[in-house]
């Protein structure tokens, strides 16, 4: 049985005196896995990313991801663990548009410690196996939405993350550049790459994770697998 990357028990997050955003969500994610979280607009699944992420912090259980627990870091040590456990890919991309392609990507080693050589081979390696190499030295507003993603996605791996989260990273893309993004996301986890998704796309759930959580009204109230590329239309 291969080792969990994430472990989240009876976890809960409250904000001032509403219901529980997240109510003693427990969850396992294994080495290798790529998992879809859905679920209704407000249901929790942001909520569920920001506390795997430290981005956020909860009111009850713990968070564990690669071996740390990510409920107890502080702020500094929150920020070295995003650096080098995970990398975040968001639906607006977040590239520097004063930066070139390369450089955006090299950024996150440059600033974990890397010096600007090897961060600008990393970079480099990245952009070739992501396909978008021609575009190394553009600026991000040069490229399309489909483009820019996958520029986001090759920063979120420059430190070699054990996790890669992605939050709605085809809902500013149409549907041409979204698929382009499932079918990289699909080839990253064929190479080992852990994943968590939080998406409403079925499509995008259906290409590239092999099993998917529902979040309502802040529980997860069910785990299927992904059979042959499909999910219920229920999980949206």
């Known amino acids: 049985m291969t080792t969990p990357v994430i472990e989240l028990r009876a976890v809960s997050r409250r904000y001032d005196d509403g219901p529980p955003a997240l109510h003693e969500a427990t969850l396992t994610v294994r080495t290798g896995e790529a998992v879809a979280i859905l679920g209704p607009s407000g249901s929790g ?3 569920l990313l920001n506390l795997i992420a430290g981005l956020d912090r909860p009111n009850g259980g713990t968070v564990t991801v690669d071996g740390v627990r ?14 080098t456990r995970i990398g975040l890919v968001f639906q607006f991309f977040n590239l520097l548009d004063d930066l ?3 450089d955006n990507v090299a950024l996150p080693a440059q600033l974990a410690g890397t010096a600007r050589g090897p961060a600008r081979r990393r970079a480099a390696e990245l952009l070739a196996a992501l396909g978008i190499d021609r575009h190394a030295d553009a600026y991000p507003g040069k490229l399309s939405g489909g483009e820019r993603q996958c520029v986001a996605v090759a920063r979120a791996l420059v430190n070699r993350p054990a996790l890669l ?10 549907t041409a550049s979204g698929e382009d993004v499932g079918k990289l996301l699909a080839g990253l986890n064929g190479e080992g790459q852990t994943i968590v998704i939080v998406t ?7 290409s590239c994770t092999n099993r998917t959580i529902r979040i309502v009204d802040g529980r997860v109230s069910e785990e299927d697998a992904v059979v042959d590329g499909r999910v219920s239309e229920d999980d949206a």
Not at 165 to 174: I, K, R
Request: glycine fraction near 8%; aromatic fraction near 2%.
């Open 45 to 47: 699944k942001s909520t």
């Open 70 to 83: 990510v409920d107890g870091l502080g702020e500094a040590a929150s920020a070295r663990y995003r650096r």
């Open 100 to 102: 070139t392609v390369a």
């Open 165 to 174: 989260l992605a939050d709605e990273p085809t809902g500013a893309l149409d």
């Open 200 to 206: 409403h796309d079925l499509a995008l759930a259906r």
